[in-house]
């Protein structure tokens, strides 16, 4: 053990619950309980290395519940080079891998043909870019704070990579069961080299489900597992390209009776990167995440993943309140800032259809948006714009091309441009010197990069089809990146948060805006109450159509807003009331002062409960139009710990009594509740840590309610 360390006993036990207070848990690395061995914990977490004869994790444990995630050793990952697989590290040996106990590790051998480990390094987080923060969002830390430690290896002696060296990287954060994980490959070979593929992360997890049959779909080992390398989804799980729950050989004492159980992990990209490493340069990796849940209760989940994504991507907090204007020329542009500098909204974005082009290089018209821009800021209004990306046509060279047709064509989206293309580099090129040019502040990317491949030998931004998934990643990732470090806001329909983007879609179906008023407010609440059980309501984005959008005529518009104001009204409240901004798209955000009243109510209301409005969401029930829904926002961390939102969709006023879970606001004895902002009420807590509160809804109205400690 390095003496230099503190030792495990250091460690403070679990106690208590971190969703609630979780700055006990400082994160650090520990001499382990025998020589050779360190242990990366913040009490909530632990991974134990092994270091001799080579390094590898020998324990992956739950501070909270005590589990162990880990049934065997692996290698800690894996490379291959000019066709040749290698492992980095790991040890052999192991007979038994439904298990793993700590007295047989001292027996497990070194692979000779394994990277060898030298030595390690740790110290404190890095951030992997810049956050400049413009705008206002809650005081997250960036880096989040915790420990990193790196392990290093050498090439086996008897192989032809004499020089190349292999650096594992991991990131253990405070307060929250959370481990990130990459590699970086060092060439000082003398010589270029190519390296095909890797496997960052790989684990022999406890399995998820035990079966003699195999099932039509298992369930996986308790771990929640992403990477920053996603694309083409707006949930963590259908953006998820690189996690791959696999069978494992070596388990041979498994129940299924065929060896199929998928409890091998494995974090890897789908194709590539088949990336030359030339001598003296360096690669690196995607990260790799691994969050511990403590339960499978759905709420408690869904907590601990937001905040995660609070944790490593503290942008996603930002959550501007925006307006999509119809139209580009500086008249409705200058209309639409001077509507929203009077009633409190904070950007606005000129639309799809518009007008806007990104993609311009006329001096001229970048003069002209600076002007826009520089009108916006002295009002205290942010101005951008909008961008589609893939799903269109740019030309047969340009497009990406089909491996299987070698045209263009097949594309996730049909057709789409290749951006390792020469117009996909001028793309980039054009939109971060008008950004910059212009001075805007809010890019909303559509179509952003899906996934898509290219077998073009011909484009400057990649070689070959080998290379081109991971090329174009990198390019729009630079770009987004490029971005959260200018401070510029980043609509991204596509799960880009760990990358720089701030907030993705919701979760809705465009043409519903097409429906009656009334069902778009309703499936509205559903969208919300279904999107944030893995969104915090900052990270999606709704939808209010103030024009006609995707047809439905007067019956689905709100212009003239003054005409449906009650629908209107109904859209800002549920939104605001959730946390939750949408697009309100239209030429207008009022056309009376009755109308203007109206949305200055709401935004004068989130902005005075803004605070627990982005906290988290507690679920109590889901709209049905058939009686009373609702929820609670919670953090125990703020003077008001909770703030209640119901909703009336029935054409009477509703009084009913609901239990309003109270646990996750902090409370535990007595709640002060307010209705309305009036006057002061106790409730008392029972052993569930609910109290009953009789609910008053107006007919197709709102309510809410809010809620302090009672000390």
Not at 624 to 638: A, M, T, W
């Amino acid at each position: 053990m390095d003496t230099a360390l503190p030792p495990l006993s250091a460690l403070p036990p679990y106690d208590g619950d971190w969703l609630l207070d979780a700055s006990a848990y400082r994160a650090d690395l520990f001499g382990g309980a025998c020589p050779d061995e360190l242990v990366l914990s913040n009490g909530l977490l632990s991974r134990t290395f092994r270091l001799a004869p080579n390094a590898a994790t020998v324990g992956l444990d739950s501070g909270i519940t005590g589990a162990s995630m880990l049934r065997g050793v692996k290698p800690e990952a894996r490379i291959q080079i000019d066709g040749t697989s290698y492992d980095i590290g790991g040890l052999i040996g192991q007979e038994e891998y439904a298990y793993l106990r700590r007295e047989w590790i001292d027996s497990l051998e070194c692979d000779p043909a394994a990277f060898q480990y030298t030595h390690y390094e740790h110290g404190a987080t890095q951030a992997p870019f810049a956050w400049k923060r413009v705008r206002h969002a809650p005081d997250l830390p960036w880096p989040a704070p915790g420990v990193r430690l790196s392990l290093h290896f050498a090439a086996p002696a008897e192989s032809s990579l004499a020089g190349l060296g292999v650096a594992v990287h991991y990131e253990l954060y405070d307060g929250i069961p959370l481990l990130c994980k990459w590699l970086e490959v060092h060439n000082h070979s003398g010589r270029s080299v190519r390296l095909n593929t890797f496997v960052g992360e790989i684990l022999a997890a406890v399995e998820g489900e035990v079966s003699v049959d195999s099932p039509s779909q298992w369930t996986y080992p308790d771990i929640h597992v992403e990477s920053d390398y996603a694309f083409h989804g707006m949930t963590p799980k259908s953006a998820n390209a690189t996690t791959f729950w696999c069978e494992d050989p070596q388990y041979q004492t498994q129940v299924n009776y065929l060896y199929k159980t998928p409890c091998l992990l494995e974090s890897r990209p789908p194709l590539g990167p088949e990336i030359d490493i030339e001598e003296g340069a360096q690669f690196e990796s995607f990260r790799t995440f691994l969050l511990l849940p403590d339960s499978q209760e759905r709420e408690r989940r869904g907590l601990a993943l937001r905040r995660m994504y609070r944790t490593i991507a503290p942008w996603s907090a930002e959550n501007p309140i925006l307006m999509h204007v119809r139209h580009s020329d500086p008249e409705a542009v200058k209309t639409a800032i001077d509507q929203c500098a009077e009633v409190g909204f904070e950007m606005v974005i000129m639309t799809f259809g518009s007008g806007f082009n990104a993609e311009s290089d006329d001096p001229q018209y970048i003069a002209g948006l600076r002007e826009l821009a520089d009108y916006a800021h002295a009002k205290g209004v942010e101005l951008g714009g909008y961008s589609l990306l893939a799903s269109r046509r740019i030309s047969d060279g340009d497009d990406a091309i089909h491996p299987d047709t070698g045209e263009p064509g097949g594309a996730i989206f049909g057709h789409s441009p290749c951006l390792g293309s020469a117009w996909g580099q001028q793309y980039f090129q054009r939109l971060e010197a008008l950004y910059a040019e212009a001075g805007l502040d809010i890019l909303e990317h559509d179509g952003s990069y899906p996934g898509d491949v290219c077998a073009s030998e011909e484009h400057p931004g990649h070689r070959d089809l080998g290379d081109s998934q991971w090329q174009q990643w990198r390019r729009i990732v630079r770009f987004y990146r490029w971005c959260r470090e200018r401070g510029i806001y980043l609509n991204v329909p596509d799960w880009y948060f760990l990358n720089g983007s701030n907030k993705n879609g919701m979760g809705y179906r465009e043409v519903n805006w097409s429906l009656p008023r009334q069902r778009q407010i309703l499936l509205a609440r559903q969208n919300m109450y279904d999107g944030t059980w893995e969104k915090t309501p900052s990270m999606g984005w709704m939808f209010v159509p103030l024009v006609e959008y995707h047809g439905g005529g007067e019956a689905a518009t709100l212009e003239p807003l003054s005409e449906h104001l009650d629908a209107y009204g109904a859209h800002l409240a549920q939104n605001f009331g959730w946390g939750v901004q949408a697009c309100y798209r239209g030429p207008r955000l009022y056309d009376t002062e009755e109308t203007k009243a109206v949305v200055r109510t709401w935004v004068d209301f989130y902005k005075a409960h803004r605070a627990i409005l982005e906290s988290d969401v507690i679920h109590l029930r889901r709209a049905d139009g058939c009686d009373v829904d609702g929820i609670v926002h919670v953090n125990p961390q703020l003077p008001t710990r909770a703030l209640i939102m119901v909703f009336n969709p029935l054409e009477v006023e509703a009084v009913r009594t609901w239990k309003i879970p109270l646990y996750y606001a902090g409370i535990e004895a007595r709640a002060h509740v307010c209705e309305r902002g009036g006057s002061e009420k106790a409730y008392a807590l029972n052993r569930a840590y609910e109290i009953e509160l009789e609910l008053r809804v107006p007919a197709r109205g709102v309510n809410w309610y809010t809620v302090e400690n009672a000390q």
